[in-house]
């Protein structure tokens, strides 16, 4: 069974950079696309990035495009999200997904069966 945990969240002041990690463990990450998703205190989950298995394509959602990037380590079996020139607004439980097929769109939180249990990002001064 596919497992999922988050690191590398933390407190930054607005224009800081973090890098998230998702680590799997349990069945090999390469026979899963990934998702990253976000929910702010109120908000609905919000998807906001999506890499393939094999790392040659991506989706951003709007609001992190140009600022965030995705990317993977098949055979370390971990996927990151590099965030720069975090915003208030950014703040958030940042979580990893997994997923072998999206019909419902690679951003939407349905396709994704597989979680992990977030990482709480603020951006704050």
């Known amino acids: 069974q596919l497992q999922l945990v988050e690191s590398g969240g933390g407190v930054v002041q607005p224009g800081g950079s973090l890098r998230l990690s998702c680590a799997a463990s349990?069945?090999?990450?390469?026979?899963?696309?990934i998702g990253w998703f976000r929910q702010a205190p109120g908000n609905k989950r919000e998807g906001i990035s999506f890499?393939?298995?094999?790392?040659?394509?991506?989706v951003y959602a709007g609001s992190v495009k140009g600022r965030f990037a995705i990317s993977r380590d098949n055979a370390k079996n971990v996927a990151f999200l590099q965030m720069n020139n975090l915003q208030p607004e950014d703040t958030a439980v940042y979580f990893c997904?997994?997923?072998?097929?999206?019909?419902?769109?690679?951003?939407?939180?349905?396709?994704?069966?597989?979680w992990g249990q977030g990482t709480q990002v603020t951006a704050s001064s």
């Open positions: 997904a997994a997923t072998q097929r999206w019909p419902y769109g690679a951003l939407a939180d349905v396709s994704y069966p597989n």
């Open positions: 349990g069945v090999p990450l390469a026979y899963y696309a």
């Open positions: 890499i393939n298995p094999s790392s040659d394509h991506t």
